[in-house]
């Protein structure tokens, strides 16, 4: 009976995230639409991945409607042009985004009118932890999250086999990658140039992803944005370290360490402007292809890209992948996008019925065999990790990691200030008085933002 009762549970929860109305009341999309519109950027993988969702989809439905999924060149392109459209009453049926983009454009974003109140221990069944926290916003199902992804360690086995003395793996710790570093890096017989790096760290010029790895780095020494009301930014803030240890501020730790790496002063110095082509997108995942540094830091979507660039080295790289190091916090930041219904989108019953169909197993499988994508469904996890064993990491640390959820600002944004922090902090200024001066910028934004708000007249109830 017991057994029963979890999967009534199961099914019942399911079928508030699907949207469903009674089938009798069903409509056809092809009477609403002629064809079923999708705005979306991302990899061209995931775009053939959303048209074989759709497909599947308006068959189910016996629909004629035609598959429009567009994706964009950027994702600040998707989001503009987003925008303008809603304002002027217009919007696709369904938009691929971020959580961070939904999160603080909540009042154009139509929740499923079926799932008020679903508790997320009931998703929680179903889902990761990071995607329910997408999913549910003020207790109403706002999407459908389609991967996880998390930053982790590529590193190259032989020079770790050979170089290192007690392990053939990349230390779990921060601290014992400083270890890795001393005991990888090779130098010339002056110690001017650096022959072969350990770890490509510490620029913004040729490491891909280089803000994102300080902001995961910021978010393993414990960092926090914003007070959980959001009207207070905090991360530019001091913390008290109690007892003996003095107070510290999370994101300058993590700066100073994050650009130790490019030192020539520093014991980890290990990385520098010659070692890759600042010129070319490929950066440091061709210096790894060619031989010439240890370990990267990546996503897993880049996969594929460094796998393709090492079958045309002549180095013949085996490539291993470890987890991103622990400092005080076992926690990372995940890269997720997810479907949302816009307000104006032309049909919203039509259009969550689409969406509780991609959330399903079968649509989410086939996501992420077109993908290779992260799975956020707990019973396509074991699959996933059997048919493509290097997501294995990924998949294990997105169940632990988190997501943006600034409510004035996006992570992109923070992404490239971060950026502009490491570019100027590589060339002596003062890190704490760039940080403050970003955190107090942050600030007047949103009491700024809070002040109009307060003053806006109440909209008439339609």
């Known amino acids: 009976m017991i057994q029963f009762s979890r999967i009534f549970l199961l099914i019942f929860s399911a079928f508030l995230l699907l949207g469903c109305e009674p089938k009798g009341s069903q409509q056809s999309v092809s009477t609403k639409t002629e064809s079923f519109r999708v705005w979306m950027h991302g990899s061209v993988a995931e775009q053939q991945a959303l048209e074989s ?88 199902v706002y999407g459908i999250p389609m991967y996880a992804d998390t930053l982790a360690i590529v590193f190259n086995r032989d020079h770790l086999i050979t170089r290192l003395s007690s392990t053939s793996l990349p230390a779990k710790t921060w601290v014992g990658i400083e270890k890795n570093v001393a005991e990888l890096t090779q130098f010339d017989e002056e110690e001017k140039t650096i022959k072969t790096s350990a770890i490509a760290l510490g620029l913004t010029e040729n490491v891909r992803d280089a803000a994102h790895i300080l902001a995961n780095l910021w978010a393993v020494y414990g960092g926090n944005f914003e ?33 130790s790496f490019t030192n020539k002063n520093s014991k980890n110095r290990t990385w520098n402007v010659f070692l890759a082509d600042k010129n070319t997108a490929l950066k440091n995942f061709q210096t790894f292809v060619n031989g010439q540094v240890s370990m990267i830091i990546t996503y897993s979507k880049n996969l594929p890209l460094i796998k393709n660039l090492a079958d045309k080295s002549s180095a013949r790289i085996d490539m291993g992948i470890a987890p991103f190091p622990s400092v005080s916090a076992d926690r990372l930041l995940t890269d997720m996008k997810m479907l949302v219904v816009p307000k104006k989108s032309s049909d919203p019953n039509i259009a969550w019925r689409f969406l509780g169909f991609a959330g399903d197993k079968k649509a989410q499988q086939i996501f992420f065999e077109k993908t290779n994508l992260p799975t956020i469904r707990l019973d396509l996890m074991s699959l996933q990790k059997e048919k493509n064993s290097d997501l294995s990491v990924f998949i294990d640390q997105a169940k632990r990691a988190q997501v943006w959820r600034s409510k004035n600002i996006e992570d992109e944004i923070f992404y490239q200030d971060l950026e502009k922090i490491i570019q100027a902090a590589t060339k002596g200024q003062n890190i704490k008085k760039l940080i403050s001066g970003l955190g107090t910028r942050y600030q007047i934004f949103v009491d700024q933002k809070n002040k109009i708000q307060a003053t806006r007249p109440k909209k008439s109830e339609e």
């Open 53 to 140: 969702i759709v497909r599947e989809f308006l068959a189910q439905e016996k629909s004629t409607a035609q598959i429009d999924v567009f994706r964009f060149n950027s994702e600040s392109d998707l989001r503009q042009l987003l925008l303008h459209e809603i304002a002027e009453g217009y919007a696709p049926d369904v938009v691929y985004t971020t959580p961070a983009w939904v999160i603080q454009n909540i009042n154009k974003i139509l929740p499923n009118p079926n799932a008020e109140g679903l508790a997320k221990d009931n998703l929680l069944q179903i889902f990761i932890p990071p995607a329910v926290e997408a999913m549910i916003i003020d207790n109403w």
């Open 227 to 259: 007070s959980p009301d959001g009207t207070q930014i905090i991360f530019f803030r001091e913390r008290l370290g109690g007892g003996s240890i003095p107070s510290y501020n999370p994101l300058e730790n993590a700066t100073n360490f994050f650009i």
